[in-house]
């Protein structure tokens, strides 16, 4: 066992913290009012290599793992407490490298090298204003196709990135819809595919919604009418596109618990120069047990959850890299416990972390409301509820037959 990084994964920590401390901590109150992220910022995360982290060298990316992608989150994340740039930070990496694993070779040559350089947005829709936790029964959206294209009709809901991929990107999607309604199992009928969201698209309406936290990256959605997507726009087997997923989610969910736990690193970090300072009855509140108990047993449960998150992101890239030994339920049990845990506590601790500013907290001088807000939206739901987590983890302690849901 090595609890070690690297030197070179310790020298990449360094490169992003350095970064994110100048580029991305002075400016978050001000992208959080203006609701955009700063005006250039997005080319120097591009020109550091941290848009689609995970991308291969052959499709213009830097071809990093999910440990360096942890790392780059934690870092963007302590720097951001309202995680919004890591939020778009952490969809590119898990659900453009789904796309670099199935797609195939003409659209990744078509959309990826133009992700790596933030011309384009790559995001996940699946949620429908029918429901997101159950996207296999609830999915209402149909692929079919039509001469040699293919046409979509539905919509999505609660998706990040809809504003951007309207007005300074252009979005690229990761989108499940039914091909095959009677297909047994029920999940085989789902296809995975790119669904493009730009200005005129034909077809396509987007939607903003009014969310109040990491107000940087936006929550939209589209409705489709009849939208066309080219036919290698289709990603891998189209019965697979349920299994292709929740490769994505497991990605995705061990970069928001590293996430979450920057975003509370980043508050308890605050916290502790100012209870240093701050005196209260003539002595500094550092030195009150009801002040510091609650910090030790916040530091160390937020450094259980970062062995949590580095076990989940080795087994992914484990699993990644071929060995067999370990095999997909192994990284999504680990992920599913990475994304529980990182959002719950992390709300926590900067809510803790606000009771020892006092008023100071409650005001837009102290950073602690950016957190807040921005964490509690992966413990609401964003890329799975808590109780999803749960029944993940509980179907790989007890076995597919104990799931309280219809499996076909
Ligand atoms: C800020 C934000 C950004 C988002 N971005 C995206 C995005 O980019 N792309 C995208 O596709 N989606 C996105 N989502 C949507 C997210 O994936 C969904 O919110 C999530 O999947 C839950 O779906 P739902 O909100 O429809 O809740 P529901 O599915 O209606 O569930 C409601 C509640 O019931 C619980 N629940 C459901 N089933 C069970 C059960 N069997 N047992 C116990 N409890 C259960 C859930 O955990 C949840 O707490 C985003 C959400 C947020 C908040």
Redesign the pocket.
Known sequence: MDFEFTPEEEMFRETVREFAQKEIRPYVREMDETGKFREGLIKKMADLGLLGITIPEKYGGPGGNFTLACIAAEELARADLSIAIP?FFL?EASWAWVFARHGTEEAKQEILPKVCKGEYFF?????EPA?????VG?TRTTIKPKGDKYVVNGE??????VNESMTVMKGRYFTTAYMNKAAKPKYKGITAFICPVEKGIPGLTPTLFE?W??MAIS?GGFALDNVEIPKHWIIGDPTRGFIYSMEGFSAARVIIGATCIGSALGGLEIGKEYIKQRKSFGKELARYEGITFPLADWYSRLEGDRLVVQKAAWLLDQVNAGNTKYNHLDAALWCAMAKLRGPIDAFAILNEVADWHGAFAYTKECPLDLGIRGVR?YS?????????M??IIARELLGKQYV??DRQ
């Open positions: 939020v969809v995001g996940i829709a699946t949620t429901g997101g936790s159950d996207i609830n999505k809901v609660y998706i990040s990135g969310d936290g990491r929550t939206s609401i739901g964003a890329e799975g509820g808590m109780n999803i749960r029944l309280p849901y």
